[in-house]
T-cell receptor, first 111, second 115 residues
């Protein structure tokens, strides 16, 4: 079992729709979780962080966390073509005190 | 000004050459990391440093070495470059501490090609 699992995609959604990106992780001790956006050939950019069960909203982005299910998700409302990128899920590992990055989900938003 | 800078941004070199990639940060963070990224393989940790006197190997350290010259500077060296080290290399920093301070901030990356 991978430490962090994400569907590689591509996930294709029409402009204006909600994009839902999912991530599961294996380290039950993880307490903080991060979502990064990465455009092709560019560096990862932190877009969301979440530490408690439930939802956290920031503009068009909502992060959802369920520690019991070891599941974290990112919702992007009113998706725009500029949201087309790869989204990396990164739980903080309690055991190693480092971020563990998933391989990412590629999102394509078409006009 | 960028908080995390990497030099060079692009480098083409030949097999067997020694290469140094440099990373500097103005964020005042104690922790620094070097990753490489290959298509389909995601980010893989090469080395990391939690403070100036602390250097640790990551999951793919063979063929690489690092130097933490100061809190703000962390260099990655390829002693004898080989073609399968062709990749995109990222430096990242994070604050010292747990809880909400685990996020990492990335430099712009160095695209390295070994011929």
């Amino acid at each position: 079992q991978k430490e962090v699992e994400q569907n590689s995609g591509p996930l294709s959604v029409p402009e204006g729709a909600i994009a839902s990106l999912n991530c599961t992780y294996s380290d039950r001790g993880s307490q903080s979780f991060f979502w990064y956006r990465q455009y092709s050939g560019k560096s990862p950019e932190l877009i969301m962080s979440i530490y408690s069960n439930g939802d956290k909203e920031d503009g068009r982005f909502t992060a959802q966390l369920n520690k019991a299910s070891q599941y974290v998700s990112l919702l992007i409302r009113d998706s725009q073509p500029s949201d087309s990128a790869t989204y990396l899920c990164a739980p903080h590992s309690y055991n190693t005190d480092k971020l563990i990055f998933g391989t990412g989900t590629r999102l394509q938003v078409f006009p | 000004d960028a908080d995390v800078t990497q030099t060079p941004r692009n480098r083409i070199t030949k097999t067997g050459k020694r290469i140094m990639l440099e990373c500097s940060q103005t964020k005042g963070h104690d922790r620094m990391y070097w990753y490489r990224q290959d298509p389909g393989l995601g980010l893989r940790l090469i080395y990391y440093s939690f403070d100036v006197k602390d250097i640790n190997k990551g999951e793919i350290s063979d063929g690489y070495s690092v130097s933490r010259q100061a809190q703000a500077k962390f260099s990655l060296s390829l002693e004898s470059a080989i073609p399968n080290q062709t990749a995109l290399y990222f430096c990242a920093t994070s604050p010292l501490g747990g809880g909400s301070y685990n996020e990492q901030f990335f430099g712009p990356g160095t695209r390295l090609t070994v011929l």
